[in-house]
């Protein structure tokens, strides 16, 4: 992120991920507090609804004092996102990534995933848009591309264009599909060679077998 959101709500889908700075100083010695997930996903469609109080996941116990008085600040501008260009946006392939249950599993543009099959090549220090689509009404997908962050260009519900939430503008390797949701992403892959996985973050459906294999070759 190119500056830090302050007094925010993020919910976070499976494997997601967020910096989260907590002062502790407004809070007496003695003081349990507890991270808790509100969140409820009783099974692998997705969640369902927020609850209270939540389950308790990390304790935390306000039990000293600092040594020093502790002087840190978040700075109010971090490290600034390289500017989409949109000649290069308008140049790049395109490729569509459909999420879908098959067969009583679940699948990526219809087929299963397979260690030995690349699903997909691109040449190091291309540039590609990928369109990630999740059909149906009833599930959600916390979408993981491993090695090269994105950027999210846009992203749709029922077919129709909605805002990209503010702790979503940032570089991005885990992408919630909501139900009937699609969204297209910027993908620069540089540095490296080689062969990397995308698949979904619920656990159940890479397992059966929401998962692919690309590789960026020289």
């Known amino acids: 992120m190119p500056a830090p959101l302050t007094d925010f709500k993020v919910r976070l889908g499976v494997a997601e991920r967020a910096d989260i700075v907590v002062d502790f100083a407004r809070f007496p010695l003695g003081t349990e507090l507890y991270l808790v997930n509100r969140l409820e996903q009783p099974d ?3 969640p369902t609804k927020v609850q209270m109080p939540g389950t308790r996941v990390l304790k935390f116990k306000v039990d000293r004092n600092p040594p020093a008085p502790d002087v840190s600040r978040v700075p109010s501008q971090l490290r ?16 569509r990534w459909v999420f879908e249950r098959k067969n009583g599993m679940w699948a990526v543009n219809g087929q299963f995933f397979d260690v030995f099959s690349s699903r997909a090549e691109m040449r190091k220090g291309s540039a590609e848009v990928w369109e990630l689509v999740n059909p149906d009404d009833g599930w959600s997908h916390p979408i993981h591309i491993h090695f090269e962050e ?14 990209v939430p503010p702790h979503e503008r940032g570089r991005k390797d885990v992408y919630v599909l909501g139900p009937a949701e699609s969204l297209k992403v910027l993908l620069r892959f540089r540095d490296f060679t080689g062969k990397y996985p995308m698949h979904c973050h619920n656990l159940v459906h890479e397992d059966h077998a929401m998962m692919i294999r690309w590789d960026i070759v020289s």
């Open 80 to 95: 600034p996102l390289r500017p989409i260009n949109a000649a290069e946006v308008a140049a790049a392939p395109q490729r």
């Open 44 to 46: 692998n469609r997705g």
């Open 150 to 163: 994105g950027l999210i260009l846009s992203k749709t519900r029922d077919g129709s264009p909605i805002a």
